[in-house]
């Protein structure tokens, strides 16, 4: 058997840059809060990728699809006699045209294809062509969509199965013939720290790029040191449908830890294997408590190379990140979302001391280390006025670089959630007929900035 692991190619129109015509893509695989945004090949005037020595030089914000290559292998290890093969075709920009030549020349049994709410429609609509254009060829879909999405693509007729939650052990039921919707099934602690390591789609291995947290050393391996997060953020996707069941936020969330036994050798081998400079910790929040937070520290000194990191601000002392800038880290991403303290705590739900959060930033700051603050407007409840005091705490907070994108309400979040019925632990999200359930958060922003009539630059 010949078995596929694919992001499937997602363009959605065309945009200008700097007058020049340019396509807009999405990200799905990896991130969790899909997204489009332009294409932009360097002024637009070459036709190839641009290399400098050995190096692709990126476009564009790429994360690695981590659950795509991580159930690649552990398939490929429970079924060594089968021929297994991941394509990320977001980071390749390749055309539908040039995916299906790819599919025709493979010969594919079974292809696992994750999806997303916000690239649905693009999403179905090439699931529906596969059907069409290569009728032996089963599909398995996988990724964050609602029940609704789920019970529609099942009427297609290649699809045999849609997997909810995590993809690695009912991927396993899937090869093995089961089909139909099959349910939550996680994977232990234990079971993640006996798992092979992830299977990279090896052509694209040092394509994968993210600028930010601030630092250079690109190629940046992407890779998650946990699954989960303990947080209930009204936006986020992953921890209340991917790596849990919570969709309303009113249930208890799990973080599972890879262990420095697991990581070292893993990293170790992909630093040499594919010439990576650096490493991105890319978890939903990197530094869970002082412990875990030491263990990798440890862990990186000894791998000794530069490192970068997702993290809240407020889950270790000052002292900690003295620690993690002395192990090799140079940069950080932390979450903010808003600068008005009643919509962190009483909308969004995240709970983040404000001042505490600028301390932070001042010290890491201090010591070398580059801080890139993630914010997020147009959430529900949220005035004009407290998406003014968001942009005056950008300005009045040192961040080495910064972003601000629109309250995406993706299926199964919180958010999307709100839109049929209350929810206790969001108390200050007051939805009315005019709030926007927009699934971009990049074009809500600019909708929403239009509003304001502030532009990046002027902040």
Not at 227 to 254: A, E, M, Q
Request: aromatic residues 12%; charged residues 25%.
């Amino acid at each position: 058997m010949k078995i596929l692991f694919s992001n499937i190619p997602w363009f959605d129109g065309k945009d200008n840059f700097f007058g020049l015509p340019v396509k807009r893509g999405g990200v799905r695989s990896g991130s969790r809060w899909p997204m489009t945004s332009k294409i932009i090949n360097p002024l637009n005037l070459f036709k190839k990728p641009l290399y400098f020595r050995d190096y692709r030089i990126p476009y564009a914000y790429y994360p690695a699809p981590f659950f795509l290559m991580s159930t690649a292998s552990f398939v490929q290890e429970k079924f060594k006699n089968y021929q297994v093969k991941i394509r990320d075709s977001i980071v390749r920009r390749e055309s539908l045209d040039n995916f299906f030549s790819f599919l025709l020349k493979e010969n594919f049994d079974l292809i696992f294809i994750e999806t997303s709410s916000n690239s649905w429609t693009n999403d179905l609509s090439i699931v529906n062509k596969i059907s069409e254009k290569f009728p032996k060829i089963k599909i398995a879909i996988c990724g964050t969509i609602s029940n609704e999405e789920i019970n529609e693509i099942q009427k297609v007729k290649n699809v045999v199965a849609t997997i909810k939650g995590e993809f690695e052990k009912n991927a396993l039921k899937v090869v093995n013939g089961e089909t139909g919707i099959l349910d939550y099934d996680f994977m232990t602690k234990e079971e993640m720290n006996s798992s092979p390591a992830p299977m990279w789609d090896e052509e694209v291995a040092t394509w994968y790029y993210d600028m930010n947290p601030r630092g250079g050393d690109h190629p940046r391996m992407h890779v998650l040191a946990s699954r989960g997060c303990p947080y209930k953020c009204i936006f986020c996707v992953w921890p209340s449908v991917l790596t849990g069941n919570d969709p309303d936020g009113d249930k208890p969330r799990k973080v599972r830890y890879y262990n420095s036994e697991y990581l070292e050798p893993y990293i170790r081998k992909s630093i040499k294997k594919y010439n990576f400079k650096s490493v991105y910790f890319d978890d939903d929040t990197f530094n869970l408590g002082t412990s875990q937070t030491l263990k990798m520290c440890e862990m990186m000194k000894k791998i000794n190379i530069p490192w970068y990191a997702m993290c809240r601000a407020d889950t270790i002392d000052l002292s900690v990140w003295k620690v993690m800038k002395e192990s090799g880290c140079k940069g950080v991403k932390i979450g903010v979302e808003s600068g008005d303290q009643y919509v962190v705590d009483k909308i969004i739900n995240k709970h983040l001391d404000l001042e505490l959060t600028k301390k932070m930033v001042k010290h890491c700051v201090s010591i070398g280390m580059s801080v890139h603050g993630t914010f997020t407007l147009g959430h529900p409840g949220e005035t004009e006025e407290q998406q003014y005091k968001t942009l005056k705490f950008i300005k009045e907070t040192p961040f080495t670089s910064y972003q601000i994108s629109g309250a995406s309400a993706l299926s199964n979040a919180p958010l999307k959630n709100l839109e049929n019925k209350l929810l206790k632990s969001y108390s200050g999200a007051k939805i009315d007929e005019n709030y926007d359930f927009h699934t971009d958060g990049n074009k809500k922003w600019k909708e929403i900035a239009k509003k304001l009539r502030v532009s990046k630059p002027l902040i």
